[in-house]
């Protein structure tokens, strides 16, 4: 039997079980569960082992890497930027990124970019892989790149390249990094472990992952497919696992704890605040989470909402039974969410990759059980 440890009270004992069968009957390895209510963490579960040897416990300083749940976050510190008055979701990307206009692609607006609409899903033409690792190179790649599908027909999952267009839509604006302005701006001041670029002296925490054992279905292997996930070059490669985390990739390469994520996306779940302090208007929140396109996205073999960034939770329900509900879910498993009808939030981090490309069976348990006990 795992040992599970942290805090659930007898409210929400199915939440434990729940958690508990994921180690019983799915085979993890080591996770945690975070589940908060008007900002309140209420539920911090952790179990199992951050090492595929099972000799390191997964403990309250374990972080785990978050791939595309990145992108909740990524999406937040854009959204904040729109909330201050200095970017307009309706402005072309072109407007603060010049570059950016060729190709056909000058008049992308910024929330045709964050919402997957732009085209430019992955490079279809062979590529260094290491490419992904100069944010220049990458960005001046983009910005030359013709879209892969005509521009506002239909969303287009953009698994990597989202966080290199939201982040340089970002530094263009605030003339920081991404995750530079992360760190500055929220987590330092309000003690959240969540990272964009993790620094050499936090590697030691890191939990080990253990990948997938299948392929994931991609479902039409189309051209916007096939650059997204199937060339040698559709992530980064050929530097290293330290090198992986030292960059900045606001679309896949976050770490983070679950209570810290649940603790961040309290704030879009309430009044936009955090400790009492402000982070976003409520105006804000509505503005990012808005639907910006839906229907059966051409990448992932969903049909899907998108808000500016944000995986609105209808028609997949994979965020609790609430509509209104938004977030996003990472390769293998993890995932953030916020639920402003309900005011509550929640994150699932483990170092087990399933291969669902989102809606893990592990977290939708979890969730399901929180929701059943509120």
């Known amino acids: 039997m795992t040992e599970i440890t942290g805090l659930c009270p007898d409210r929400f004992a199915r939440v434990r079980e729940a958690f508990e069968a994921n180690f019983e009957n799915n085979g993890e390895l080591g996770a945690r569960f975070a589940f908060a209510i008007d900002g309140e963490i209420v539920v911090d579960l952790m179990g199992g082992h951050a090492d595929r040897k099972r000799e390191t416990p997964f403990g309250p300083d374990t972080l785990t890497a978050l791939f595309s749940t ?42 045709q970019a964050l919402s997957h609409q732009a085209g430019l899903s992955g490079f279809p033409d062979e590529t260094d892989p290491a490419i992904w690792f100069d944010w220049d190179a990458t960005c001046a790649k983009l910005a030359a790149m013709a879209p892969l599908f ?14 290199y267009l939201a982040g340089e839509i970002f530094r263009r604006v605030d003339g920081r990094t991404l995750g530079t302005a992360l760190r500055e701006d929220l987590c330092e001041p309000f003690g959240l472990d969540i990272w964009i670029g993790l620094p050499d002296s936090e590697h030691g925490r890191v939990a080990e992952l253990m990948r997938p054992t299948a392929m994931p279905k991609f479902g039409e292997l189309n051209d916007a497919v096939q650059a997204a996930f199937l060339k040698p070059w559709s992530s980064p490669g050929g530097k290293g696992a330290a090198e992986w985390r030292r960059v900045e990739i606001p679309s896949a390469n976050g770490h983070a704890t679950a209570p810290a994520l649940a603790r961040l996306m309290s704030a879009l779940a309430g009044d936009g605040t955090l400790d009492g302090r402000s982070i976003i208007t409520p105006a804000g929140i509505k503005a990012a989470a808005a639907q910006r396109i839906v229907g059966q996205d051409l990448v992932l073999p969903y049909v899907i909402s998108w808000g500016a960034g944000f995986m609105r939770n209808a028609p997949n329900f994979y965020y609790g039974p609430t509509a209104e509900a938004f977030g996003h879910s990472g390769w293998g498993g993890s995932c953030a969410f916020a639920d402003p009808t309900r005011g509550v939030s929640g994150s699932y981090v483990m170092n ?7 809606g893990d069976p592990r977290a939708v348990r979890l969730i399901k059980a929180a929701y059943a006990s509120l």
């Open 150 to 163: 005509p521009i506002g027909s239909a969303s287009g999952y953009h698994p990597v390249t989202y966080g």
């Open 70 to 111: 990145t992108k909740a976050v990524a999406a937040l510190m854009v959204a904040r930027l729109v909330d201050e008055g200095r970017l307009a979701y309706d402005q072309p990307v072109a407007d603060v990124w010049p570059e950016f206009a060729q190709a056909g692609k000058e008049a992308v607006t910024v929330e």
């Open 352 to 358: 087990k990759q399933g291969n669902a490309l989102i």
